[in-house]
Nanobody, 125 residues
Framework: QVQLVESGGGLVQAGGSLRLSCAASGRTFSRYIMGWFRQAPGKAREFVAVITWSGGRTYYTDSVKERFTISTDNAKNTVYLQMNSLKPEDTADYYC??????????????????WGQGTQVTVSS
């Protein structure tokens, strides 16, 4: 069993920044490929980024490249999502997930066995 707890969401103006955190616990969390996905009201889940626990490999969806950075702190068992230059279209609930494939996009989403409760991000124009 893996437990994931997100934090760091909030309300920010367009162009601002937020850093999301995902604290992982459980016996086997280190086996998983960690990442973030988001879901806006009335829309399907959308892959955002994935990372290996070593931090050596990362992948992003095109719409967040050059603006978002995913990272890990192994000592704290925490995954971060630094979000800069935020846009109103980034407004969504953001979830941390634990998947079994590094292949980004729907494949990683479908492989997620665990995810957290989500944290809300609202970007005002």
């Amino acid at each position: 069993q893996v437990q994931l707890v997100e934090s760091g969401g909030g309300l920010v103006q367009a162009g601002g920044s937020l850093r999301l955190s995902c604290a992982a616990s459980g016996r086997t969390f280190s086996r998983y490929i960690m990442g973030w996905f988001r879901q806006a009201p009335g829309k399907a889940r959308e892959f955002v980024a994935v990372i290996t626990w070593s931090g050596g490999r990362t992948y992003y969806t095109d719409s967040v490249k050059e603006r978002f950075t995913i990272s890990t702190d192994n000592a704290k068992n925490t995954v971060y999502l630094q979000m800069n230059s935020l846009k109103p279209e980034d407004t969504a609930d953001y979830y941390c997930g634990a998947g079994s494939t590094l292949e980004p996009g729907p494949k990683w989403l479908e492989s997620c066995d665990y995810w957290g409760q989500g944290t809300q991000v609202t970007v005002s124009s």
